[in-house]
């Protein structure tokens, strides 16, 4: 069983920076890949980013590519999303996820243990 915990969200204006963390519980995290998805009022949840098991490797959406850096600690069994230059079209719920189903990294039916999410919100 995993639980996951996200963090850092809040209100920010165009142009700021926010780190969210994402803190999971479980002897096994260390052995998943990660992913940070977001949802906005009325829209389906989209993929955002994702990062290896290793850290080796890391994945983004074109939204984000180049504003967003995904990383990881698995000694403190914490995923992180640093967002720069945000955007009022960054604004949604943030959520972290572990993939340990079979699929692509950006499909959400990969992922199968869920935070509750974390508000972000970019004003203009």
């Known amino acids: 069983q995993v639980q996951l915990v996200e963090s850092g969200g809040g209100l920010v204006q165009a142009g700021g920076s926010l780190r969210l963390s994402c803190a999971a519980s479980?002897?096994?995290?260390?052995?998943?890949?990660m992913g940070w998805f977001r949802q906005a009022p009325g829209k389906e949840r989209e993929f955002v980013a994702t990062i290896s098991w290793s850290g080796a490797y890391t994945y983004y959406s074109d939204s984000v590519k180049g504003r967003f850096t995904i990383s990881r600690d698995n000694a403190k069994n914490t995923v992180y999303l640093q967002m720069n230059s945000l955007k009022p079209e960054d604004t949604a719920v943030y959520y972290c996820a572990v993939q340990r189903l079979s699929g692509t990294y950006y499909d959400i039916r990969s992922y199968d243990y869920w935070g509750q999410g974390t508000q972000v919100t970019v004003s203009s």
């Open positions: 479980g002897r096994t995290f260390s052995s998943y890949a």
